[in-house]
């Protein structure tokens, strides 16, 4: 009897062992599984030919926007809004604020930001390519882009904008626009358009086509 305990002690310790290994693989892949679901959304701008990753406000950044909106009213869309730090905070000045960003769980956190914020009737977030939405019915816009993008930015929004609107770029301002006035220095200086003096430009065809050939998807800045 003491020589089969022998021989079978060896075989149940590798049994053991066999079972302890499947489990510690498949913990290991879950965990990769699931680092890969949450980064790939923060990785997956930097293989776009424009790349505007997360890049979150700063505080002055947003307070240099309110302040370029303040004698304004309606409604506002932020394109790219990242965790929806201007989106919520436009919603708190009366704004019926709309956020738009591919990155899924940046939009499901300013979800919930925003009911933990108290304005959820008043700020929305989608998921959405920013060449895909029509602007049309927004009378203010506020965008975080990057140079390689704002050309193309400059001629859709001409051609869907109301005369009536107003374009607050920050970080980097339009290539031919002509600003109405800056708000703030540095790197937190933004740039304040009236539509009135784009939009006729486009009336009389100087816009062309909005749509770039090329996967330039909007990621997210704040």
């Not at 406000?57 to 307070?63: N, R």
């Not at 990242?82 to 300013?110: H, M």
């Not at 882009?145 to 704002?150: I, L, N, T």
Request: proline share 5%; with cysteine; charged share 20%.
């Amino acid at each position: 009897m003491a020589r089969e305990a022998l021989y079978l002690q060896p075989a149940a310790e590798k049994r053991s062992g066999s079972r302890v290994g499947l489990v510690v693989t498949g913990v290991l892949g879950g965990s990769l599984v699931a680092l890969y679901a949450v980064a790939a959304p923060f990785l997956a701008p930097a293989l776009r030919k424009v790349c505007l990753p997360f890049v979150p406000a700063t505080t002055a950044q947003v307070e240099n926007v309110l302040g370029a909106l303040r004698a304004r009213s309606g409604t506002l869309v932020d394109i790219g809004s990242g965790d929806g730090r201007i989106v919520i905070a436009a919603a708190k000045r009366g704004f019926q604020a709309s956020g738009f960003e591919l990155n899924p769980w940046l939009v499901w956190y300013s979800r919930y930001k925003a009911i933990r914020e108290g304005v959820h009737r008043s700020a929305s977030f989608h998921i959405s390519d920013l060449w895909k939405v029509s602007f049309a019915e927004y009378s203010n816009v506020v965008i975080f882009g990057v140079p390689q993008m704002m050309d193309q930015l400059e001629l859709k929004l001409a051609c869907e904008l109301p005369s009536a609107a107003q374009v607050v770029a920050c970080r980097f301002p339009f290539p031919t626009w002509v600003p109405e006035r800056t708000v703030g220095e540095g790197i937190d200086t933004v740039w304040v358009y009236d539509a009135k003096t784009f939009t006729s430009r486009s009336q009389h065809g100087t816009a062309g086509k909005t749509t770039p050939e090329h996967d330039n998807k909007l990621d997210a800045h704040a």
